[in-house]
């Protein structure tokens, strides 16, 4: 059975920096189940998710927060499921956030991508997945030969352009 990615973000203003990571899961063909929670305010709520989230047909979950950033850190304590995190731009250019997700205590992991770098958040997820399944897989692979090819056409023209 295919499994799910669970996008959960700390604000609804969040939405549309995860988008990125809805739009990239898509492409591979991955269902995706976003929602809000807050490690400060829904604590609870953001701990039950995350303790059932493996029984509830998620593979990997990503969480996507700014400032304090502490979402990811308090959904990975609760599940051995990956935990991806994305820090979200809003004080110190998200300097804060991207400290506050990476800087995880020991046994308790999280991948963290750049600063509202969610598509690349949803092709981590993607690359998880993939481990064991081969559609998945082959998109990706197809997404790799497509980037290759781009950049060798634009180096093509690049050096048509300048004559050489």
Same mark, same amino acid.
């Given at each position: 059975?295919?499994?799910?990615? #669970?996008?959960?973000?700390?604000?609804?203003?969040?939405?549309? !920096?995860?988008?990125?990571?809805?739009?990239?899961?898509?492409?591979?063909?991955?269902?995706?189940?976003? *929602?809000?929670?807050?490690? *400060?305010?829904?604590?609870?709520?953001?701990?039950?998710?995350?303790?059932?989230?493996?029984?509830?047909?998620?593979?990997?979950? !990503?969480?996507?927060? +700014?400032?304090?950033?502490?979402?990811?850190?308090?959904? #990975?304590? *609760?599940?051995?499921?990956?935990?991806?995190?994305?820090?979200?731009?809003?004080?110190?250019?998200?300097?804060? #956030?991207?400290?506050?997700?990476?800087?995880?205590?020991?046994?308790?992991?999280?991948?963290?991508?750049?600063?509202? +770098?969610?598509?690349?958040?949803?092709?981590? #997820?993607?690359?998880?997945? +993939?481990?064991?399944?081969?559609?998945?897989?082959?998109?990706?692979?197809?997404?790799?030969?497509?980037?290759?090819?781009?950049?060798?056409?634009?180096?093509?023209?690049?050096?048509?352009? !300048?004559?050489?």
């Amino acid at each position: 059975m295919v499994k799910k990615v #669970a996008i959960v973000m700390g604000s609804d203003s969040d939405l549309p !920096i995860v988008k990125g990571a809805i739009d990239s899961l898509k492409s591979f063909g991955v269902s995706v189940e976003a *929602h809000v929670m807050s490690a *400060h305010r829904t604590p609870e709520r953001a701990c039950e998710f995350a303790m059932h989230a493996r029984e509830n047909g998620f593979g990997v979950i !990503i969480a996507a927060a +700014g400032m304090a950033a502490h979402l990811a850190g308090v959904l #990975a304590a *609760h599940t051995t499921l990956p935990v991806i995190g994305i820090p979200c731009k809003g004080s110190f250019d998200g300097m804060d #956030a991207l400290l506050s997700t990476v800087q995880m205590p020991k046994g308790i992991p999280v991948a963290t991508v750049a600063v509202n +770098g969610a598509y690349n958040a949803g092709i981590l #997820a993607a690359q998880i997945l +993939g481990v064991y399944d081969e559609d998945i897989e082959q998109k990706l692979l197809k997404m790799k030969q497509d980037m290759k090819e781009e950049v060798t056409k634009k180096d093509e023209k690049l050096q048509n352009e !300048i004559g050489l």
